[in-house]
């Protein structure tokens, strides 16, 4: 349902197809906005667990209403729900913001969660990073507004006409509709340019090592419950289906599961 409703909005964007088939795109919509509120308030009454005895039904619902699973879930419906009761709003805004729905599959998806949870843990130190180029967006703008405003008023008239420059070049895109002209201009965005790979290397760096940690937990976790479970030398068939959970939960290949059997294999070899 997430997948044709991805799709659905991609065409609707089409005029000869929406204009075509408008009617079906219509009681699609509406078939999938009835489905998605089911789904919504049928979650909502079921998140209550017997784990949290200490809270009440109606304050797990509210904690379940602002998770990010359900602020999603939400999202998804409303845009459909205030055009039913609005209807001088503008659709075509409304059509495009259903393709937030496409976020849905972060309930589903391994991937997408170990991204949320890597972004999350990473917080400060992306927040770090982004500071200092939001500080080389400053210092290259304002460097190129001064040694480029004579010549180029129209594209470096002023330190905000430069950021756009200094973005794209930052981030080492470079579309080239904006560029320096003279030499001292061209020396000081060669040197932009050499300072944008190192900012934009940082991120970078910072995501490729956190998702090596996360992984390396998750294959700690797996780790650790496997060998809680061989302490009876027995792995039986209830357990092998909670590891099973367990690794799909922890987003773990076939591979890193073999390889974390084998580790395991081999100390206890040597053990014996």
């Known amino acids: 349902m997430i997948t044709l ?11 000869s197809i929406y204009n075509k088939f408008e009617i079906i795109f219509t009681y699609f919509e509406y078939f999938s906005v009835f489905i998605f509120t089911i ?5 909502l009454w079921s998140c209550v667990t017997e784990k949290n005895k200490n809270v009440s039904d109606f304050d797990q619902r509210i904690n ?10 939400a999202i998804a419906i409303l845009p459909s729900l205030i055009a039913l009761f609005i209807p001088s709003i503008d659709l075509r805004f409304i059509r495009a913001l259903r393709i937030v729905r496409l976020l849905k599959f972060s309930r589903y998806s391994g991937s997408i969660n170990s991204l949320i949870s890597v972004l999350w843990d990473q917080r400060r ?13 400053i210092i290259v703008s304002s460097g190129m507004y001064l040694v480029e405003k004579d010549v180029q008023p129209e594209k470096f008239g002023s330190i905000p006409h430069s950021m756009w420059w200094a973005l794209v070049t930052l981030t080492t895109v470079g579309y080239g509709d904006v ?13 932009s340019i050499i300072l944008g790979i190192g900012t934009v290397a940082l991120p970078a760096g910072i995501m490729a090592s956190a998702f090596t940690e996360f992984t390396r ?20 068939h209830k357990e092998r289906e909670e590891l099973k959970l367990l690794s ?20 206890n070899k040597k053990k014996d």
């Open 248 to 267: 799909e939960k922890l987003n773990l290949s076939d591979k890193d599961i073999g390889a974390i059997e084998e580790h395991l294999n081999s100390k």
């Open 5 to 15: 409703n991805v799709f659905s909005v991609i065409l609707e964007t089409v005029d």
């Open 64 to 73: 379940y209403v602002f998770s990010f699973g359900a602020i999603i879930d």
């Open 125 to 137: 130190s992306f927040g770090a990073a982004f500071f200092l180029l939001f500080i080389a967006l």
């Open 179 to 191: 560029y320096p002209i003279t030499p001292i201009g061209k020396m000081f965005g060669s040197i």
């Open 39 to 43: 789904e919504y308030f049928t979650r």
């Open 217 to 236: 937990r998750n294959q700690k976790k797996y780790e650790d419950k496997l060998k809680f479970m061989l302490e009876d030398d027995v792995i039986d």
